[in-house]
């Protein structure tokens, strides 16, 4: 922001070149001539070159800093900054110690892998500073030295004039000191749907502590636009010091939350590391007993610190991630960090930006009263389709006298449209599209009534006036404007029974009218009309007749189409979805009650007021947040996230890009937003649609469940492992697996099968339920003990098997019995975590073709490995016979067995 002034400058220019003022922070509650003073400048003379030079030396170039530039060498070590991942690396490092080298291969390549993927994939989401400098205005007109210059917009300082016209964009902040007619789009930084009448009159702030952005009518901000009329400035703030340079500091000083998934593999690594440090020193310490050689414990060890670690996960679950990016970019929704894919299914607020997100960012004419009568207004947008129907009706037939009630809206109009584009102001294509419907061909009917004169709009009269000669050589007056402004100028009105005057009953029925579509959220217009004999001699307010009111038209910019049924969806998935916009209050409460968004309507001023208590106690009961700042969308989110909400911010605007980043997932428009918005988000909408986050939203939670189904099966993989090695042991038995064995156990089951699991179809009801809870982790209290109790099968089952078959048919074969049946354990394993949550032998479970397949392959592979010579030199195996391969499948299917009695026994005692 900018600098607080410290001394009035005073002096004359010349005297004062030597010095440059600080840029002014308060210059909307100064008369013109105030803020010319204390900048020390002349605005018909504009700055001397001596001037321009000594304050550009001390404020510096018009242009947003440089971000600290992080060694793009330390972003790709930040990717190993996890506990898994330098579980994994250490693992590598002891594998490739103990001469390990496959293993310390494979895990070293997988990592590496995923690290780049990261890398690449985060690297394009840190270009937000790039794309606001490239936003800025390249040039400007200015004065100085007492002529017109264009100057580079970089070399702008305190103190310049600049001048400007419809069209433009404003190369930093100013206050205006000329200001005909003049309107601007704010859009992209204040949120406000509709270009804001600026004036160089300054009203009362001094009872206002805090005046939105968005009401600073004496104003101009860096890169708005004018829409119409003409202006000058005075530069009051450059570069940094500007409003968009506020916003582009909190960019480069804000930070991104972790999102869930990283905190939960943050989580189950330090579990992990536990784990794995019990199950060595448990074995370390019944091998010492039983007497065996500290080098031979230290090897087997060693290996088991291996074993327990799932290398295969990273890959695993950049694969799940990678994929689901690619379905939700066939679904409109463009992914930049991996890890928010995941993010979007754990959130349970979607902050939403008004206009252009929840609405279409087109004015729409809805309603039109006219002759005592109310139509309907069908069709959206800037596109001619739609009719006026009679209110409340399915009437489509519009009655011939609307074509008189059009005739204002489209002669006194300086917009064009074609083809669904405007040129103009967003509020007069409205009404030019509203004549079309009615009949009226805007430009057809300018060629044929060519204007004779004007009254440009005006801010303080409020209405616009043309004169329009007709073919007989009369003079035919349109006028359009706030309707209260031309009750007071009109004599008649048009009623159903005609032209009658305009008494008090009359006034108060438009007076009600007028009240009664503001009160929806309206922008409301009226349109009058005269005839008049010749043509006035010169074109005045004098120069008005008395003025007929023939017709009043109820403007707004609709919701998407697709936007109400949205919303119903996070209801139903228990999303909570609260507005957030620069608009008016009445404004966003009409569209909220459209959308069916529930909660109070809180505006940025009231949001001053509050403490940061109060409004985290108030929060969760507030749909609807209007009038806020960029500033003020920051606080929301944050205070959101600090109530343990996981939330996801949209947006498009420039005002939209430091939120965007404070939000756990930030979503941008990509067809409306701004380049700064698109690189401050996570993800981006390709086609604007809200309805696209829900469907967002779906995929996140079905890659989610998928992560929790291959980490649960990988995992209960490595515990049956590690117990079955462990409890062999404590039984006085050698190892009933290989080191060959126990790696091959690792690279069929930690690869195939979960990468089967990581494109497993999402569930249907997987919208009808609640958000998780955020503090929820992936290995809670009821997954860590399916865990234990599937690897406790397994180990019970191979370790029986084996004892058995060692006293009945030797060692090798039992070495190979045992080997068999804990690899064929896992297909049963894998369909029991596949349930997870669900029904264990739902029809569900038969449509991941991949999986079925992978498990086929798994059982083939392993019959080759025993059967076939060559492998059995490799692996250490013998030929089984069929009953000793049916009972090697008897025992691995007791994994499936046992989570049925679990889940049947949890259903007797109600405990889903």
Same mark, same amino acid.
């Given at each position: 922001?900018?600098?607080?002034?410290?001394?009035?400058?005073?002096? +004359?220019?010349?005297?004062?070149?030597?010095?440059?003022?600080?840029?002014?922070?308060?210059?909307?509650?100064?008369?013109?001539?105030?803020?010319?003073?204390?900048?020390?400048?002349?605005?018909?003379?504009?700055?001397?070159?001596?001037?321009?030079?000594?304050?550009?030396?001390?404020?510096?170039?018009?242009?947003?800093?440089? +971000?600290?530039? %992080?060694?793009?060498?330390?972003?790709?070590?930040?990717?190993?900054r996890n506990w898994l991942i330098l579980i994994l690396l250490i693992a590598a490092v002891v594998a490739g110690a103990i001469g390990d080298i496959s293993d310390a291969v494979v895990i070293t390549v997988v990592l590496?892998?995923?690290?780049?993927? &990261?890398?690449?994939?985060?690297?394009?989401?840190?270009?937000?500073?790039?794309?606001?400098?490239r936003m800025l205005v390249p040039t400007a007109r200015v004065r100085r030295d007492g002529t017109e210059q264009v100057v580079e917009a970089r070399l702008l300082v305190p103190g310049d004039v600049v001048l400007l016209?419809?069209?433009?964009?404003?190369?930093?902040?100013?206050?205006?000191?000329?200001?005909?007619?003049?309107?601007?789009?704010?859009?992209?930084?204040?949120?406000?749907?509709?270009?804001?009448?600026?004036?160089?009159?300054?009203?009362?702030?001094?009872?206002?502590?805090?005046?939105?952005?968005?009401?600073?009518?004496?104003?101009?901000?860096?890169?708005?636009?004018?829409? %119409?009329?003409?202006?000058?400035?005075?530069?009051?703030?450059?570069?940094?010091?500007?409003?968009?340079?506020?916003?582009?500091?909190?960019?480069?000083?804000?930070?991104?939350?972790?999102?869930?998934?990283?905190?939960?593999?943050?989580?189950?690594?330090?579990?992990?590391?536990?784990?794995?440090?019990?199950?060595?020193?448990?074995?370390?310490?019944? #091998?010492?007993?039983?007497?065996?050689?500290?080098?031979?414990?230290?090897?087997?060890?060693?290996?088991?610190?291996?074993?327990?670690?799932?290398?295969?996960? +990273?890959?695993?679950?950049?694969?799940?991630?990678?994929?689901?990016?690619?379905?939700?970019?066939?679904?409109?929704?463009?992914?930049?960090?991996?890890?928010?894919?995941?993010?979007?299914?754990?959130?349970?607020?979607?902050?939403?930006?008004?206009?252009?997100?929840?609405?279409?960012?087109?004015?729409?004419?809805?309603?039109?009263?006219?002759?005592?009568?109310?139509?309907?207004?069908?069709?959206?947008?800037?596109?001619?389709?739609?009719?006026?129907?009679?209110?409340?009706?399915?009437?489509?037939?519009?009655?011939?006298?609307?074509?008189? #009630?059009?005739?204002?809206?489209?002669?006194?109009?300086?917009?064009?449209?074609?083809?669904?584009?405007?040129?103009?102001?967003?509020?007069?294509?409205?009404?030019?599209?509203?004549?079309?419907?009615?009949?009226?061909? #805007?430009?057809?009917?300018?060629?044929?009534?060519?204007?004779?004169?004007?009254?440009?709009?005006?801010?303080?009269?409020?209405?616009?006036?043309?004169?329009?000669?007709?073919?007989?050589?009369?003079?035919?007056?349109?006028?359009?404007?706030?309707?209260?402004?031309?009750?007071?100028?009109?004599?008649?009105?048009?009623?159903?029974?005609?032209? %009658?005057?305009?008494?008090?009953?009359?006034?108060?029925?438009?007076?009600?009218?007028? &009240?009664?579509?503001?009160?929806?959220?309206?922008?409301?217009? &009226?349109?009058?009309?005269?005839?008049?004999?010749?043509?006035?001699?010169?074109?005045?307010?004098?120069?008005?007749?008395?003025?007929?009111?023939?017709?009043?038209?109820?403007?707004?910019?609709?919701?998407?189409?697709?936007?109400?049924?949205?919303?119903?969806?996070?209801?139903?998935?228990?999303?909570?979805?609260?507005?957030?916009? &620069?608009?008016?209050?009445?404004?966003?409460?009409?569209?909220?009650?459209?959308?069916?968004?529930?909660?109070?309507?809180?505006?940025?001023?009231?949001?001053?007021?509050?403490?940061?208590?109060?409004?985290?106690?108030?929060?969760?009961?507030?749909?609807?947040?209007?009038?806020?700042?960029?500033?003020?969308?920051?606080?929301?989110?944050?205070?959101?996230?600090?109530?343990?909400?996981?939330? =996801?911010?949209?947006?498009?605007?420039?005002?939209?890009?430091?939120?965007?980043?404070?939000?756990?997932?930030?979503? #941008?428009?990509?067809?409306?937003?701004?380049?700064?918005?698109?690189?401050?988000?996570?993800?981006?909408?390709?086609?604007?649609?809200?309805?696209?986050?829900?469907?967002?939203?779906?995929?996140?939670?079905?890659?989610?469940?998928?992560?929790?189904?291959?980490?649960?099966?990988?995992?209960?993989?490595?515990?049956?492992?590690?117990?079955?090695?462990?409890?062999?042991?404590?039984?006085?038995?050698?190892?009933?697996?290989?080191?060959?064995?126990?790696?091959?156990?690792?690279?069929?089951?930690?690869?195939?099968?979960?990468?089967?699991?990581?494109?497993?179809?999402?569930?249907?009801?997987?919208?009808?339920?609640?958000?998780?809870?955020?503090?929820?982790?992936?290995?809670?209290?009821?997954?860590?003990?399916?865990?234990?109790?599937?690897?406790?099968?397994?180990?019970?089952?191979?370790?029986?098997?084996?004892?058995? =078959?060692?006293?009945?048919?030797?060692?090798?074969?039992?070495?190979?019995?045992?080997?068999?049946?804990?690899?064929?354990?896992?297909?049963?394993?894998?369909?029991?975590?596949?349930?997870?949550?669900?029904?264990?032998?739902?029809?569900?479970?038969?449509?991941?073709?991949?999986?079925?397949?992978?498990?086929?392959?798994?059982?083939?592979?392993?019959?080759?490995?025993?059967?076939?010579?060559? =492998?059995?030199?490799?692996?250490?195996?013998?030929?089984?016979?069929?009953?000793?391969?049916?009972?090697?499948?008897?025992?691995?299917?007791?994994?499936?067995?046992?989570?049925?009695?679990?889940?049947?026994?949890?259903?007797?005692?109600?405990?889903?």
């Amino acid at each position: 922001m900018t600098e607080p002034i410290t001394k009035p400058i005073t002096e +004359p220019a010349a005297e004062t070149a030597d010095r440059a003022p600080a840029a002014e922070p308060d210059a909307y509650r100064q008369a013109p001539d105030q803020v010319a003073e204390r900048l020390g400048v002349d605005p018909g003379a504009g700055l001397s070159t001596r001037q321009v030079s000594e304050r550009a030396a001390v404020h510096g170039a018009n242009q947003l800093s440089e +971000p600290a530039r %992080r060694p793009q060498w330390l972003k790709f070590l930040d990717q190993f900054r996890n506990w898994l991942i330098l579980i994994l690396l250490i693992a590598a490092v002891v594998a490739g110690a103990i001469g390990d080298i496959s293993d310390a291969v494979v895990i070293t390549v997988v990592l590496l892998i995923n690290a780049t993927l &990261g890398y690449w994939q985060e690297r394009r989401a840190e270009r937000s500073l790039e794309a606001l400098r490239r936003m800025l205005v390249p040039t400007a007109r200015v004065r100085r030295d007492g002529t017109e210059q264009v100057v580079e917009a970089r070399l702008l300082v305190p103190g310049d004039v600049v001048l400007l016209e419809a069209g433009d964009r404003v190369p930093a902040d100013g206050r205006l000191t000329v200001a005909e007619t003049v309107e601007v789009a704010e859009a992209a930084l204040t949120g406000e749907s509709q270009p804001v009448a600026k004036s160089v009159t300054t009203f009362d702030h001094t009872s206002i502590t805090s005046v939105p952005l968005a009401e600073r009518t004496t104003m101009l901000f860096m890169n708005t636009a004018l829409t %119409r009329g003409r202006a000058e400035m005075i530069v009051t703030a450059t570069g940094m010091r500007t409003e968009l340079g506020a916003i582009a500091e909190a960019l480069r000083t804000g930070t991104e939350p972790p999102t869930p998934l990283q905190v939960q593999l943050d989580s189950l690594g330090r579990r992990l590391a536990l784990l794995s440090g019990v199950a060595v020193v448990a074995y370390a310490l019944s #091998a010492l007993v039983r007497g065996e050689s500290l080098s031979d414990v230290a090897l087997q060890a060693v290996a088991l610190a291996v074993a327990a670690i799932p290398e295969g996960l +990273p890959a695993v679950l950049a694969l799940t991630l990678a994929l689901g990016v690619h379905r939700m970019a066939r679904r409109g929704a463009i992914v930049k960090r991996l890890a928010s894919v995941e993010s979007l299914g754990a959130a349970t607020v979607v902050c939403s930006d008004k206009t252009g997100t929840l609405t279409l960012n087109e004015m729409t004419a809805r309603i039109l009263w006219t002759a005592g009568r109310l139509y309907d207004v069908t069709g959206e947008g800037y596109g001619t389709a739609g009719a006026i129907r009679i209110h409340g009706t399915e009437d489509a037939s519009a009655p011939d006298d609307l074509h008189d #009630a059009v005739l204002p809206f489209a002669l006194c109009n300086d917009a064009h449209v074609s083809g669904g584009v405007f040129i103009g102001d967003p509020t007069e294509a409205a009404l030019v599209v509203l004549a079309a419907k009615a009949g009226v061909d #805007a430009d057809w009917l300018r060629s044929e009534l060519p204007r004779a004169g004007e009254l440009p709009f005006d801010g303080a009269t409020k209405y616009m006036a043309t004169f329009h000669t007709e073919p007989d050589g009369r003079t035919r007056v349109h006028v359009k404007g706030a309707v209260d402004v031309l009750l007071d100028m009109c004599t008649d009105v048009l009623t159903e029974d005609g032209v %009658r005057a305009l008494d008090e009953r009359h006034r108060d029925e438009l007076l009600a009218v007028t &009240g009664q579509l503001g009160g929806s959220g309206l922008r409301v217009l &009226g349109a009058a009309t005269a005839l008049m004999d010749g043509t006035p001699s010169a074109f005045t307010p004098a120069a008005l007749p008395g003025l007929t009111l023939v017709s009043v038209a109820g403007i707004a910019d609709p919701p998407r189409p697709q936007a109400r049924e949205a919303m119903a969806l996070c209801r139903t998935a228990g999303v909570a979805v609260k507005m957030i916009t &620069g608009d008016h209050a009445d404004t966003a409460a009409a569209i909220a009650r459209e959308l069916y968004i529930d909660g109070d309507v809180v505006t940025g001023a009231e949001l001053d007021r509050m403490t940061e208590q109060q409004l985290a106690e108030r929060i969760d009961d507030i749909g609807v947040f209007a009038r806020v700042a960029p500033e003020h969308k920051v606080v929301i989110v944050r205070t959101l996230t600090n109530r343990g909400h996981i939330v =996801a911010m949209t947006g498009d605007g420039v005002n939209d890009a430091a939120a965007l980043r404070a939000a756990h997932i930030g979503v #941008a428009m990509g067809i409306t937003g701004t380049d700064v918005a698109k690189e401050a988000a996570d993800v981006v909408l390709t086609d604007d649609d809200f309805s696209t986050i829900v469907q967002a939203v779906h995929e996140g939670r079905a890659i989610y469940a998928n992560i929790v189904k291959f980490v649960r099966f990988q995992l209960s993989t490595n515990i049956g492992a590690i117990l079955t090695l462990l409890s062999a042991s404590l039984a006085g038995l050698p190892s009933p697996l290989t080191a060959a064995q126990l790696l091959w156990v690792n690279i069929i089951m930690d690869g195939p099968p979960a990468m089967a699991l990581a494109v497993d179809p999402a569930r249907d009801d997987v919208m009808r339920h609640p958000p998780r809870d955020p503090g929820e982790r992936i290995l809670n209290a009821r997954r860590l003990l399916a865990i234990g109790w599937a690897g406790a099968v397994m180990a019970l089952g191979t370790v029986t098997l084996f004892a058995i =078959a060692r006293s009945h048919v030797g060692p090798d074969t039992a070495v190979t019995m045992a080997f068999t049946t804990f690899v064929l354990f896992q297909p049963f394993n894998a369909l029991s975590a596949r349930a997870d949550g669900g029904t264990l032998l739902g029809r569900h479970q038969f449509r991941n073709r991949a999986l079925w397949l992978c498990l086929a392959g798994v059982l083939v592979v392993q019959v080759a490995v025993v059967q076939l010579p060559w =492998a059995q030199a490799v692996f250490g195996t013998v030929p089984l016979t069929a009953t000793q391969w049916a009972l090697c499948l008897g025992t691995a299917s007791t994994v499936l067995l046992a989570e049925l009695a679990v889940r049947t026994a949890r259903s007797a005692l109600g405990d889903r």
